[in-house]
């Protein structure tokens, strides 16, 4: 296993095309689990059920706290969605990237979480099929599928709570990596 100064320099050459994506590693008691954000995915959200990286197929945040807390370390990470053109299924293709980089350094828990609903499916001109994931090596629940309050969680970690990039006319979206 490398060090998380060593790992440090293969997630910036992993994600050095980024425009504007930034990331450090947190204490995993930061990471804020609260079980009202699975409502906003229930009343709020059209891809409620649709995909089995949505509610109600997550782990509830009952579940999902027992979880964070079988780690210490996590990776926060902040991309402007502008500067992956507005595609939000990108942040978890990241989060997936660098879970895969953690895993191969050794961190073999690693355990990415994206933004959003799944688009894996979609972005390949498929249907999500309910009973078992085609591309469970792509797919990733959002944290806040998982009951993760991430606003919380970046104002936890000095990030502006309401994520605005100003400079590009966007807004900032944030990815975890559980990390031990």
């Known amino acids: 296993m490398i ?68 780690y210490k370390t996590a990776i926060l990470f902040e991309i402007s969605l502008a500067s992956i053109e507005d595609d939000i299924g990108g942040i978890t293709k990241i989060s997936v990237d660098i879970e895969n980089c953690c895993a191969h350094f050794g961190y073999y828990k690693a355990f990415g979480m994206g933004a959003g609903p799944c688009m894996v499916c979609n972005s390949k001109g498929e249907e999500c099929n309910l009973e078992k994931c085609k591309y469970p090596n792509e797919a990733r629940p959002s944290g806040e599928a ?35």
């Open 146 to 180: 998982c009951g993760v309050d991430i606003h919380k969680t970046i104002e936890n970690n000095g990030y502006d709570i309401l994520g605005i990039d100003e400079e590009n006319n966007s807004y900032f979206c944030y990815g975890i990596v559980l990390l031990e």
């Open 3 to 70: 060090s998380l100064d060593e790992l440090n320099e293969e997630i910036k050459e992993l994600t050095k095309d980024y425009k504007g994506f930034k990331f450090e590693y947190i204490d995993t008691a930061t990471i804020v689990v609260e079980p009202w954000t699975r409502l906003k995915c229930q009343f709020g959200c059209p891809n409620y059920g649709k995909t089995l990286v949505c509610p109600p197929y997550t782990p509830k945040a009952e579940e999902f706290v027992g979880m964070v807390n079988s």
